[in-house]
């Protein structure tokens, strides 16, 4: 089912066809058509968004006019690029020709939040949410791949995951905390969920990032630390990129676990891994049993003095 924000379609069945289609069914064939071409049920919600969104504001028979209101349109270039990307797809499935514009994504670096931080939106979750936001930052899943997680892409006894890869990455396996396990096994011992079930249910990507939202902004407001609302869903995925980068200096290891399919994609986290001594967290291990605990725990060991282990973790 492919919701729309005017019109409700389904893709149960191919598109009748009429003589003079509304704009409903010709954006109902552009859809369709993606869904037998094999694109991800993803792709085509958000082109469905925003051809829908192209429609409310210009006629999309004239290519013309929706040049002209993405000209004028005042909104990042990256948002404008999808538009182009919709509205290609329409142009392509009716034969329409237009003259594309090209539309350049400034280039920025992600801010990596710090882990703390990261602790107090979780601490402050809902237990669903703080399991979600537990294996988003410990394996660096795209949002719509850990709501896409079932219950047998998960080895509770080896405290592995083994994620469906979105955008034809590569496939991997991640590993999750003891931590992370004891809230996965408390959170599954409350609900019936069979193997091929979505441990989250009918959580999407979409619902995941509002929930995320909701509890990071009350938690700002509780904490009195605004700083919180900078910290978007996706950057869970930039802090595990970076840590791992950090604890390896191996960038095709962090290649693979990320699931990217280019390198260059991979590369942005070697810039960002200049860390002062003070945004670490230091401990120290007496025994194996208190070391073992903190590498589980993040903590990278850094060196001995005196029989006791020094570690730290980036705060």
């Known amino acids: 089912m492919l919701s729309m924000n005017k019109r409700r379609v389904t893709t149960s069945t191919p598109p009748?066809?009429?003589?003079?289609?509304?704009?409903?069914?010709?954006?109902?064939?552009?859809?369709?058509?993606?869904?037998?071409?094999?694109?991800?049920?993803?792709?085509i919600k958000n082109v469905s968004k925003l051809l829908t969104l192209l429609d409310s504001h210009t006629d999309l028979s004239k290519p013309e006019t929706v040049r002209g209101y993405l000209a004028q349109l005042d909104r990042r270039n990256g948002y404008k690029r999808n538009l182009v990307f919709a509205y290609n797809a329409y142009c392509h499935q009716h034969k329409l020709a237009w003259n594309k514009p090209t539309?350049?994504?400034?280039?920025?670096?992600?801010?990596?939040?710090?882990?703390?931080?990261?602790?107090?939106?979780?601490?402050?979750?809902s237990e669903k949410l703080a399991l979600a936001i537990s294996i988003s930052k410990e394996t660096g899943l795209r949002p719509v791949e850990a709501m896409r997680l079932r219950l047998r892409d998960i080895d509770i006894e080896n405290r592995t995951i083994y994620p469906q890869t979105a955008k034809h990455g590569s496939a991997r396996v991640l590993k999750i905390s003891s931590e992370?396990?004891?809230?996965?096994?408390?959170?599954?011992?409350?609900?019936?969920?069979?193997?091929?079930?979505?441990?989250?249910?009918?959580?999407?990507?979409?619902?995941?990032?509002?929930?995320?939202?909701?509890?990071r902004n009350k938690t700002a407001k509780k904490l009195s630390d605004q700083t919180l609302k900078t910290i978007r869903l996706y950057d869970l995925r930039h802090f595990f990129a970076t840590k791992l980068y950090n604890q390896t200096k191996d960038i095709l290891y962090v290649k693979q676990q990320l699931g990217h399919r280019r390198i260059e994609t991979t590369l942005v986290y070697t810039q960002l891994i200049n860390f002062h001594d003070d945004e670490y967290t230091c401990k120290t291990a007496s025994n194996v049993k208190q070391a073992t605990e903190l590498i589980e725990a993040g903590f990278q060991h850094v060196a001995d003095k005196d029989g006791i282990m020094l570690f730290r973790k980036r705060k």
């Open 16 to 43: 009748i066809q009429t003589r003079n289609p509304t704009t409903n069914d010709k954006i109902f064939q552009v859809l369709w058509e993606m869904k037998k071409r094999g694109n991800s049920p993803h792709t």
């Open 103 to 125: 539309y350049y994504q400034n280039a920025k670096l992600p801010k990596i939040p710090q882990e703390n931080k990261i602790e107090m939106i979780r601490a402050n979750a």
């Open 180 to 215: 992370t396990t004891a809230l996965l096994k408390q959170y599954l011992g409350k609900r019936c969920i069979a193997l091929n079930d979505n441990i989250f249910g009918s959580w999407t990507s979409e619902a995941y990032g509002k929930y995320f939202r909701h509890y």
